[in-house]
């Protein structure tokens, strides 16, 4: 077989996530590579904690990148900070909860669930009465569970955890850049992400930052591999359960001991460092509000086409609306018409809502009007050979009332 270069169909991502990256990431990320060890690396190593510092809102010097996708990131922070029968407590409201447990119990924790319907969010004061029943050595929380399309508030859940000495962790792979996130002000011990969403790039790394008092659990764990070591460093019988991601190692690896670990996957560092700078250059209150314009456009949108949006839209996430199928329509083959006559995608959901509702992203380089407006007017179309009744022009009509609203 000869293979031809690469060369991907124009496409309009407006899932749930990836999303189309933004062109300066893509060009950051054609850099050519340097050693892991040239100044200039280790400069951009420094530079790109610096920037998730403030991505983050957070003082923490613990803040890196954990090579993989965001699931790497969650995996990193789960079995580096739980031993073998720590109690953990996961609210679930949809798949990224499951996700947790799943990574939790792997990890060979005690895991508990609160669990609500998917669509809903606890209040905070049921996490906290479970928090106070079930004493676990961790709360894991997922911020925005992008299968149902709400975001948890965090706010207000952390002088539990600091009042019975529990960690506070918390996946913001969804909502990072599009969101309100405050690592410090809300009292989070360990945050990861991912670039794929509305830090607008591509999934492969995972940001994520410690607090103290997990950087403290983390080197109590410390134990460094055979072939590395010397004479004084920490070797222990019962070492974090994963070689390439133990945070102890890792820490080691980005702070100035430059231990070697793994070989820091250059092409991604370019890359994460252009999301956080681009995103920063634009300012991260203005990037929310970008995010919160676009998705009401979205939702705004879907409602004048005669759909309806689904789950607590209280909570519901700035950056992807779920749409309730509507009755008669099959809603593949709606995503596989949107895909092949105009090159746009859009999402499906997981579990119980597969096939029951759509998700429509607004995020990143695709939280825009033009995007929004032609999907908008390409989702008219497929809808109305489907069968579906549709109101003509009442996508683009309510999105540009809301943008007429907001100018
Ligand atoms: C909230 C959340 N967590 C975790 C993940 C997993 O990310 P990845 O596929 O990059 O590992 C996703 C992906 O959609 C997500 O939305």
């Known amino acids: 077989m000869t293979a031809l270069p690469i060369a991907p169909p124009p496409r309009l991502l407006m899932g749930p996530g990836p999303i189309t990256a933004d062109p300066r990431v893509l060009r950051a990320m054609s850099a050519q590579l340097v050693g892991q060890y040239d100044p200039a690396m280790t400069g951009y190593m420094a530079e790109t904690q610096e920037l998730y510092r403030q991505v983050f809102r957070t003082r923490n010097d613990a803040t890196l990148l954990v090579d993989g996708t965001s699931r790497a990131g969650?995996?990193?922070?789960?079995?580096?900070?739980?031993?073998?029968?720590?109690?953990?407590?996961?609210?679930?409201?949809?798949?990224?909860?499951?996700?947790?447990?799943?990574?939790?119990?792997?990890?060979?924790?005690?895991?508990?669930?609160?669990?609500?319907?998917?669509?809903?969010?606890?209040?905070?004061?049921?996490?906290?009465?479970?928090?106070?029943?079930?004493?676990?050595?961790?709360?894991?929380?997922?911020?925005?569970?992008?299968?149902?399309?709400?975001?948890?508030?965090?706010?207000?859940?952390?002088?539990?955890?600091?009042?019975l000495g529990v960690l506070f962790y918390t996946d913001v792979t969804a909502t990072l850049g599009g969101n309100p996130v405050e690592s410090d002000a809300w009292g989070?011990?360990?945050?990861?992400?991912?670039?794929?969403?509305?830090?607008?790039?591509?999934?492969?790394?995972?940001?994520?930052?410690?607090?103290?008092?997990?950087?403290?659990?983390?080197?109590?764990?410390?134990?460094?591999?055979?072939?590395?070591?010397?004479?004084?460093?920490?070797?222990?019988?019962?070492?974090?359960?994963?070689?390439?991601?133990?945070?102890?190692?890792?820490?080691?690896?980005?702070?100035?001991?430059?231990?070697?670990?793994?070989?820091?996957?250059?092409?991604?560092?370019?890359?994460?460092?252009?999301?956080?700078?681009?995103?920063?250059?634009?300012?991260?209150d203005a990037a929310v509000d970008r995010h919160r314009l676009h998705g009401a456009a979205m939702l705004e949108g879907v409602r004048g086409l005669g759909l309806r949006p689904f789950g607590d839209l209280e909570h519901k996430m700035t950056n992807v609306v779920g749409v309730e199928i509507p009755e008669g329509v099959n809603g593949d083959a709606v995503r596989g018409e949107l895909l092949e006559d105009y090159g746009i995608e859009i999402g499906t959901s997981f579990g119980p809502l597969h096939g029951r509702i759509w998700r429509i992203g607004t995020m990143g380089y695709n939280a825009r009007r033009d995007a929004v407006l032609t999907t908008l007017a390409a989702l008219e179309q497929v809808l109305r050979r489907a069968g579906a009744p549709v109101t003509a022009g009442g996508g683009t009509g309510a999105a540009l009332d809301v943008y007429g609203a907001a100018a």
């Open 74 to 163: 969650i995996e990193a922070a789960l079995v580096s900070l739980l031993r073998p029968g720590d109690r953990v407590l996961v609210p679930v409201f949809g798949r990224f909860g499951h996700l947790l447990v799943e990574i939790a119990q792997r990890a060979g924790a005690e895991v508990h669930t609160i669990e609500t319907e998917w669509g809903t969010v606890f209040a905070p004061e049921q996490i906290e009465a479970a928090v106070r029943e079930v004493r676990p050595a961790m709360l894991a929380v997922v911020h925005g569970d992008t299968s149902t399309t709400v975001a948890q508030p965090l706010e207000g859940l952390s002088h539990v955890c600091r009042e």
């Open 188 to 284: 989070l011990d360990a945050v990861s992400a991912g670039l794929q969403k509305c830090m607008g790039g591509p999934s492969g790394s995972a940001p994520l930052t410690l607090s103290p008092r997990a950087v403290e659990v983390i080197d109590s764990r410390r134990s460094i591999e055979a072939g590395i070591r010397d004479a004084e460093s920490e070797v222990r019988s019962d070492p974090i359960r994963s070689n390439y991601l133990d945070l102890a190692m890792i820490l080691d690896y980005w702070g100035p001991k430059r231990l070697n670990h793994h070989t820091e996957a250059t092409t991604m560092l370019y890359g994460a460092r252009e999301c956080a700078r681009i995103l920063l250059e634009e300012g991260l």
